[in-house]
């Protein structure tokens, strides 16, 4: 047939080659620029991201690092001032107690000097402030005779070194702790013993029930391994990291440089624009310009600067103590060290990009010759299949191929309509369909997470359980053994003091050889030295005892799955593992816990799902008591403490003729608002941070309550004053 298309001029039309590859070539260009953008963009922030992820992780590990070193000499003040109030310590015994400073210097290398010093100005210590001397004793009297002595290696005074007048009353750390009346860091400062070292003091006054002083303890803790562990961190090639007090003044630093200089012979402190390291010295007086004032930085902040050409990434984080110390963490990082791998990665990734234009560029044009044949002969077969409909017609293009694709396929349009409809028509009921199975399979998916979620909820309760049964086995066999020979080895000791007071009484003269053996063992310290010595044994392997029964009660691998038991037992196991929760912390004080127990019969359980559920409840107790003191003044938690009160009770109102026990956990926090009480016992609802919480514990324990023990679990709260769950379960099961 004649087709009066098929007679149209082609002299204006381009070869469809030309035109596939002129686009092809220009778009890889385009893509060769973008991609060396983005590889400098994304280097650019990489460094960013990198220096702020590593700077901050730096700083945690300092901050856990100081918060561990730093409370060593609280604890042995703490430890000596409980000796002192049980009255195992005779702080007028200046031989003993000198002695028994000595093995404490001895001990911890890091004390520079350990003493306690009476309201009289008497003061007893010992430590190392002396060159070419291991540890030395100090003794200051009444008069303020300030007597040195070497020791041997059993810390017994060999010889008087050096006597001197000192007036410990009116010395600075004493005065400070004096006004504080209670533990506190009191001062910090240098000294050129063993080549000089910066040391802080800690403080510890003891008073008596009426509140008179009996005695102030003292540590002069050295600071050098600060800036020891600084170095070992390696935070990059030349990252430096500093420590600094709020006057500027230095602590410790990475570079291992001295944080003092001696004057005129007299030792001064040094402060960070002082010290001997370029980089650090060029990162304080930015910051000094940047903040004028140190203590204006209340939280983390981050800064950017300019050293020899080069930008420097600094991070400072504030870093306190509960005894008073008030410091900041400086993380300083040049951007050098992140950017040499990335420049050559980009150099890398620009050569590649042009080898692969080269490449593209010949594949383009030998895949236009190749597409251009097709789909001339798919033209001339759409042609010969047409039956002269040529009513829809196609525009005319530059290509003369497609001209001919476009006669062939004009025809085609109206054949295709049909189709196309009906497809239209199946594509909308598949829709549907699939639209239905998708909010079905939703619906699977979600009870699948919820069931998945509380398996491994189960199993990891199950885990800790088998964890601390093990644990508390293996520790009770030889705390049994220790605490069983206790007693025996009390009993045998007082029986050969016993017999060498005898000795002693009946031959008041002994031999030279005896009465020198006495006097180099010191006899009646050691006889004393000794009762205290298994009292205190005694003491600890109680406490130990203590732990091992609440965790084995918190187990319950021991027993049947149901089991007659004491709910008392079991929520005081929970706070026993709970007990570092709920002691002071450096950001809240001391939860107090009431117990309102009453007289509760045995219950049938399974007690290790009730534990879970004491322990969910108490641990949400903690968090909300936590969340209230932070937003309340210091002064509002003196007058209102927090506290968690746990009240029992028999409930015999019920229809059943099986009494209930009803458990009652309230805390004095914030409280909770309705319409989130109102979800606690969905599953995955949570207010806790991502991290902090699944939003499976509540949940959990209502399952545990009302699912597995027919009881009810129930949560009541008024903003402001506080929330209180309460558990009711029969007392029997079956």
Not at 144 to 160: E, I, S, W
Not at 233 to 262: D, E, M, T
Not at 525 to 552: N, T
């Amino acid at each position: 047939m004649n087709n009066p298309f098929l007679k149209q001029k082609d002299s204006k039309n381009f070869p469809l080659g030309f035109i596939l590859v002129v686009p092809f070539v220009l778009q890889i260009f385009s893509a060769v620029g973008l991609v060396w953008y983005l590889s400098f963009q994304n280097g650019e922030k990489a460094v960013n991201d990198l220096a702020g992820q590593l700077m901050k992780e730096t700083s945690k590990t300092v901050d856990q690092h100081l918060n561990n070193y730093l409370q060593v000499p609280h604890q042995i003040n703490e430890i000596n001032a409980s000796v002192v109030k049980q009255g195992h310590l005779d702080l007028k015994d200046f031989q003993g107690t000198g002695s028994y400073l000595w093995k404490q210097a001895q001990v911890y290398k890091n004390i520079s000097w350990i003493g306690y010093v009476l309201p009289t100005g008497e003061l007893v210590g010992a430590g190392r402030w002396l060159k070419g001397q291991d540890l030395v004793i100090d003794n200051i009297f009444a008069n303020g005779k300030n007597d040195t002595y070497a020791t041997d290696n059993q810390g017994n005074r060999t010889k008087l070194v050096y006597t001197t007048q000192y007036n410990v009353l009116s010395d600075e750390w004493y005065v400070e702790t004096l006004k504080a009346r209670k533990p506190i860091w009191s001062r910090i400062t240098p000294t050129e013993a063993f080549d000089g070292y910066i040391a802080a003091t800690a403080s510890y006054p003891i008073y008596d029930e009426h509140h008179r002083l009996i005695a102030t303890l003292g540590i002069d803790f050295q600071l050098s391994n600060i800036s020891y562990f600084l170095d070992k961190l390696n935070v990059s090639p030349h990252g430096k990291i500093f420590i600094i007090q709020r006057n500027g003044l230095l602590i410790a630093n990475s570079s291992l440089q001295p944080n003092f200089q001696v004057v005129n012979g007299e030792i001064k402190r040094l402060s960070a624009t002082q010290i001997n390291d370029p980089v650090i010295q060029a990162t304080a007086n930015y910051l000094q310009k940047k903040i004028d004032n140190f203590s204006a930085i209340k939280k983390t902040q981050d800064f950017n600067f300019q050293f020899k050409g080069e930008r420097h990434c600094i991070h400072v984080t504030p870093w306190q103590d509960k005894f008073g110390l008030d410091w900041l963490v400086i993380v300083v990082l040049p951007e050098s060290d992140f950017m040499a791998q990335i420049n050559a990665n980009n150099r890398t990734t620009i050569l590649l990009c042009f080898l692969a234009l080269g490449m593209a560029i010949l594949v383009g044009i030998y895949t236009s010759q190749w597409i251009s044949k097709p789909i001339l002969r798919l033209s001339e077969a759409s042609e010969a299949m047409a039956s002269g409909d040529l009513e829809q017609k196609m525009q005319v293009s530059i290509v003369k191929e497609i001209n001919i694709l476009g006669k062939s396929f004009n025809i085609m349009t109206a054949q295709l309509s049909s189709a196309f409809i009906n497809i239209e028509k199946n594509n909308a009921e598949l829709e549907n369909r699939i639209a239905e199975r998708t909010a079905e399979l939703k619906n699977a998916l979600d009870e699948l997470k919820q069931t998945q979620s509380q398996l491994i909820q189960s199993e990891k309760m199950s885990s800790l359980g088998q964890m601390i049964a093990g644990i508390a086995h293996e520790i009770n066999n030889p705390v049994n053994f220790i605490f069983g020979n206790l007693d025996y080895t009390e009993e045998y000791t007082n029986f050969l003091l016993d017999l060498v007071q005898l000795y002693q009484q009946n031959y008041p003269n002994p031999s030279a050889e005896i009465h020198q053996k006495i006097k180099d063992i010191e006899l009646d310290f050691l006889s004393l030295d000794l009762r205290k010595i298994l009292i205190s044994m005694k003491i600890g392997a109680e406490r130990i005892r203590e732990i091992v029964i609440s965790l084995r009660t918190f187990s319950r691998l021991d027993e049947s799955e149901i089991k007659e038991v004491d709910i008392h037992q079991s929520i005081d196991s929970t706070l026993m593992i709970l007990q570092h929760r709920l002691k002071e912390q450096p950001n809240r004080t001391e939860i107090e816990i009431i117990k309102k127990y009453s007289d509760l019969p045995l219950v049938e359980c399974y007690a290790s799902e009730l534990n879970q559920v004491f322990m969910n409840i108490f641990v949400n107790a903690i968090d909300a008591l936590e969340e209230s003191e932070y937003k309340h003044s210091s002064q509002e938690y003196k007058n209102y403490p927090s506290n968690i009160t746990v009240r029992t009770e028999i409930d015999n109102k019920g229809d059943s003729s099986i009494s209930s026990i009803v458990i009652r956990i309230a805390d004095n926090g914030l409280g909770i608002r309705e319409e989130i009480r109102s979800r606690l016992f969905d599953p995955f609802f949570t207010t806790k941070p991502v991290g902090k919480g699944t939003g499976l514990g509540l949940s959990i324990s209502y399952q545990i309550v009302v699912e597995r023990h027919k009881g009810k679990l129930e949560c009541h709260s008024t903003l402001g004053e506080g929330t209180e769950f309460v558990i009711s379960i029969p007392q029997q099961l079956s």
